[in-house]
Structures are given as C-alpha cells and as structure tokens.
C-alpha cells in the first residue's frame, strides 16, 4: 500500500512510524500515514520560518498569481484528489461528494486570489495622515477535521498564504491523505516552504497548538478541543481564528409551502450525510404542518441511496469512522428510550463499512441528547412547537451558535425572526449555503473570528497604523 510522506521545505520528508489509513466503506488501507515526531514538527516549523521574510516581501501581485496557479494545479489533479477522497473520507464520488467538495475547493481559491487589502486612510490633514495596513503574522499553524478535509485545507492555507503567510497544515488522522497530496500539488508552484504538511495523531495535533514557533493557529473541529487549542494559546498570545460546534436549529412557520421547503430543509440536514459544521442539526416544526413535513421529508429520504460511494447511484456514503458511527447510534438509541418515535432508518444497515441509514426521529423535545447534543451524522430530531416565541426560545437555549434558519411563505417575518437567532449565519428558506464573499463563523461556543471573503483575510493579518 502506497506510503506517503510529509511535505516540508517543499520535500518529501519521511518518518520513523507509519499508521494505515481506513477507507469506511468496506475497511480496506487506503495507503500509509507518516507520524511525524517532535523532530520533524521542529524542522516544519524552521522550513515555514525560513521561507517567511521573502513570502511576505513578496509583491501582492505576484502572492495573488501563485495562489491562481495553485486553483490551475489543483483543477488539473481533480478527479485523482476526489477519488482519493472518496477512499479515505466516504463520501460518494459523484452528487453533493468528493467532486463536489474539489469544485468548493478550487472555487474558494480562486475567489481568494482576488481578495484585497488595500491601505485605509482614517485621517488625512495638511499637519499629517494616518493610515491602517493590514500585515502578515508570521507562521500560520492550520489543524482541520475529517468532514472536508481538502475544501477547509484551502479555506485555511489560501487565505493565510494570500496574505503573506506562510503555512504548516496539520489534517485529522482520519483524512490525512488527500491533504498530503494537496500540498504536494500546491508545491508544484509554490515556492518551498510557503505551504506545509505534517500529519499525526492527536498527540501531535496538541504539541503543534502549543508549539512557541507558530504565530496563529486556524482550527476548525469540535468546541471541545478548539478550548485545548485556546488553551495551548495563552503563552506566547498566538492569534485563532476557531471554527468549531453547531447545532444549528431550523424552525418552520405555520405558514410554509411544504413542497418546496422539505427539499431544502432535507439537504440542510443531510450534506456530507450529516457531517457538516452548519448543518440544520435540530427541527423545529409548528404543530399544524408538523405530520406533513414528517410525511415529506419521509418521502425524500426514500428517494436517496446509502451506499459505497464509488457506486454512481449512492447518495450517501458511510458515516466516516467508527466513534461517530457509535455516536450516532447511541444518541438515536437514546431518543427512541425517551419517547422518539423513528419516522425512518434508526438501526445501522451492516455490512463491512459504517453504513448508518438516513434517520428521521419526531416527538423529542429539548433535554433529551439528540436534540441537546451535536449528532454530526445522518439523523435529524423534529421537535413539534405551538407559538413561535417557544420555538425561538427553545432554538437559542444552546450553548453553540453556528447557523440557524427559518421556513416560511413570508419573507420579511422569515428574516425578522431570523435575526433573533443567536448564530453567525441566518438563513430563510435555505440551511447550509455559504460562499467565498461573505464572512462565516460562529457566535457563543461555535467559534472565535470569522472565515471568507475580506473579513476573513484580514484574520490573517496584524494591524499596523502608521501616523506620518
Ligand atoms: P476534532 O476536534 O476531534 O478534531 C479536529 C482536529 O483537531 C483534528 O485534526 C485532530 O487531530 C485535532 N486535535 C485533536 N486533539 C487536539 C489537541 N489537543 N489540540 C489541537 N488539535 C487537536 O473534530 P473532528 O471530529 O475532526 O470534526 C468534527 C467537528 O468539527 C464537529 O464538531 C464539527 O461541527 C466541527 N466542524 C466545524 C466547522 C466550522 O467551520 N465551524 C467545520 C467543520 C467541522
């Protein structure tokens, strides 16, 4: 099985250790994972150092040209970086998966690219001026999760290169391997050391975070581990940026068209079969059209395939690893022992991978697990609700505040009830959608600093003012 290497000072680098990556359809090596130590974290470091004065020296056109080329290198390796995707990750090949997710990938750098920071002047008087310039921070440390792992790889490395940075991403143990290949393409253009790859386990994830050569860490994953990445800050005041938790909540006025909602509401839940940061997590239906959007959105999970992902008629591949496959079942587990009623799915499908079907449960409410906790897989808790303020109140009653969304025929109520969700990102009428311009990031316990567009460049820079 193919051994992969780590990519530092734009060479390969072995290590002393390898550990074998799992695909999670059918338990098959995917290839080998270098598990790099405290030695080869130092010298990752030293390499991005390094390459650092001449990159941030480098002219903004000349930043903004590489990281095009890097869209061109990684547009002309698609198809290979989605099947490697697909073996490693799950998710099908075909529809919303792998080809999907390089398409959001080589999207977002391209639009990146493009971005500009240019020089503000706040004041400018005949006895002096006063400007504000945006400038790169140093050594950028990136540490991503298993659900996209090449789409949020770019959503760190380019906006953080861009800038004037230079780069060390570290991908999940789970998802390391397409993440090796991306860097390995990225350096076919970049100059050595700009971008880098270690990859380990979580072990070396903790050192990373606390290492004193990094300048700012940008972690997406859980709320639970972002802390220890905060934590890991403290001594030497490393910038975040943290992308973590959600569990976002929908609610569907009485009002809504039922037909044209239901589809939305069920690629809101079920993306990358469940495993997105901003999917809807938890259903909040008025009771008057309750049992017909259970009956609709029933109908629609019909209609999809779970399946080996490589086969071009699956919708939904395998929930990716074996602790969030046991997660998922024990939270649905949980919810039918306190009254859920399982619309559909509800028991995994067997067989050599973690095929957990798509799963709708109806009369839960607020205190039992599924609805309480993030479930980042395929099951969707529906909570009935009589007036709209209990719905409101019973949706900000979480410590997480990712995105939220309303449902309804009335598109000014919609947004004003949208607005009052506690959450970085409201929806009416859709759930999940994002794109390269416009800032994402959570409130409460879903993150710290924001993603995209020039709000999240500047994520990537110190400020300086300059009084002349
Ligand atoms: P995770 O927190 O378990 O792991 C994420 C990364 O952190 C991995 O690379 C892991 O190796 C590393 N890590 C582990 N221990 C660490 C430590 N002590 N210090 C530093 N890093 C450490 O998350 P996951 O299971 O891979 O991903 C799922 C979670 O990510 C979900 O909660 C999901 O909502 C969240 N997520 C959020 C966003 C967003 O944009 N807000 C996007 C995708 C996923």
């Known amino acids: ?242 992308e973590l938790g959600g569990n976002d909540a929908g609610i569907v006025l009485p009002d809504v068209d039922i037909a044209s909602a239901a589809e939305g509401i069920f690629w809101g839940a079920f993306l990358n079969n469940g495993q997105t940061c901003a999917a809807l997590k938890r259903l909040y239906v008025h009771e008057c059209v309750y049992d017909d959007v259970c009956d609709e959105l029933v109908r629609i999970a019909g209609t999809a395939k779970t399946g080996n992902g490589l086969e071009a008629d699956t919708v939904f591949g395998p929930v990716q690893n074996k602790a969030q496959f046991d997660h998922v079942s024990e939270l649905v587990n949980d919810a039918r022992a306190n009254g859920g009623r399982v619309l559909v799915g509800g028991n995994p499908l067997g067989g050599d991978g973690y095929f957990y079907p798509i799963t709708l449960v109806a009369d839960v409410d607020n205190g039992v697990r599924l609805v309480d906790e993030e479930q980042f897989g395929p099951v969707l808790p529906i909570i009935r609700y009589a007036t709209v303020d209990e719905a409101l109140q019973k949706a900000n009653a979480s410590p997480f505040g990712l995105g939220g969304s309303v449902w309804s025929s009335d598109l000014a109520a919609a947004k004003a009830l949208a607005s009052k969700l506690e959450c970085g990102s409201a929806w009416v009428n859709n759930h999940g959608a994002i794109q390269p311009n416009a800032p994402f990031g959570g409130v409460k316990q879903s993150g710290i600093g924001v993603e995209f567009g020039a709000e999240g460049l500047k994520e990537f820079t110190v400020v300086q003012t300059v009084f002349s």
């Open 1 to 242: 099985m193919d051994r992969y290497a780590l990519i530092i000072d734009g060479g390969k680098v072995e290590t002393p250790e390898y550990r074998a990556v799992i695909n999670p359809a059918d338990g098959s090596v995917v290839g080998q994972m270098p598990l790099a130590t405290a030695a080869e974290l130092d010298r990752v470091v030293d390499a991005a150092r390094r390459a650092f004065p001449e990159w941030r020296d480098t002219s903004d056109e000349r930043r903004k040209a590489l990281c095009r080329a890097v869209a061109d290198a990684l547009e002309e390796k698609k198809e290979e970086l989605a099947r490697l995707l697909t073996a490693e990750q799950g998710k099908p090949l075909a529809k919303l998966g792998s080809r999907f997710e390089m398409d959001g990938a080589i999207g977002w750098t391209r639009a990146t690219a493009e971005l500009n920071l240019p020089i503000e002047v706040i004041e400018e008087a005949a006895d002096g001026r006063v400007e504000v310039h945006r400038k790169p921070i140093g050594v950028v440390g990136s540490i991503t999760p298993w659900n996209y792992p090449v789409m949020i790889g770019c959503w760190h490395v380019i906006p953080a290169i861009r800038a004037g940075n230079t780069v060390v991403i570290k991908p999940s143990p789970l998802t390391p391997l397409a993440t090796i290949r991306m860097v390995e393409i990225m350096n076919t253009v970049l100059p050595r050391g700009v971008v880098n790859v270690i990859t380990g386990d979580d072990d070396l994830a903790a050192e990373m975070s606390r290492h004193q050569g990094f300048d700012k860490m940008v972690f997406t994953g859980s709320t639970a581990t972002g802390k220890k990445v905060m934590a890991s800050a403290v001594d030497t005041l490393k910038r975040l940026t943290l």
